[in-house]
């Protein structure tokens, strides 16, 4: 039990929802009935009914989501923005597709807005939102700037969510650092799931949570690969995000989090070669080592095996 959380009630429910998924969903990293367990567990504790999931996929969770809070109350309505029109590990199958092809009837309480991203949250987001749960991209600091862009919606009391929080999933440090980050009352999952989902209590005390957000901030941009271009987003999206904190937030917090923003920027190159040199160094330490050497064989054999 993790803050009132208890998972007994919930698993036999997500164990019966996941052998309702479709084969092909089952590849996502959120079909677990572990997660899904979890999150139901958090929303039979906090009871939301207006939600928000950015980065929905194939809409696994978001229907986990509805279908535990139509238990608790007879309107619940979740938002859903991604920016794809497929899923990440598939490309022929829809964002959102599970809610229309295994429980479609689910769908007029989900509204879905997909090629969009928080910076569209002042456009989708018509209610003042009880739940929020950040799974996007996993590239720091995105997660950090769709907390930044959802939190003008949110209600005092509400429960800020986000994936991969796991410290030892160390691929994954946008939700690790804007969850870690953030200077309010936690808990996370616990059990099986080594992704790891973290929440917050958001208190109200926007200010303190802005300033904790800034501090992610100083923190070098991620790249999802070795050869990623040096600025990781164009200027516009920049002058975006900040006109966004202008509007909410004011013109010193505008200032402070462009500097930040363009420090990160600027640094991020550098510390990417760093990591680079780290990594050949590892390697060839490793391919010179007396165990590598002496595995050899049974490396050359696996390959046989498997080619077979």
Known sequence: MTHGISLGQELAAAKEYCS???QWAVREVSTSVERFAFHMGVLERFRPEVMAEVGVSAGALSCALLLKA????DSPLLYGIDFGQTTYFNGQRRIGEILETVLPELLPLHRLHTQATALDADDIIKHPLDFLYIDANHC??????????????LKRGAVIGFHDTAISHTQARSGIYAYHSLELEKFESVGEDAFGAGFCIYDGDRERVLESLLNSFSLPWDYDTED???VPVPEAFVERLLALADKHYGSSLRHRLGRRLRFSMRLSPTCMALENKRREKFLQDLHN?????????????ARLVNRG
């Open 70 to 73: 139509l238990q608790y109350t």
């Open 20 to 22: 309702r998924l479709p």
């Open 289 to 301: 080592s007396t165990s590598w050497r002496v595995t050899a064989p049974l490396r050359w054999a």
């Open 140 to 153: 720091h600091p995105w997660a950090s700037i769709d907390c930044l862009c959802l939190l003008p919606h």
């Open 228 to 230: 990623a271009p040096a």
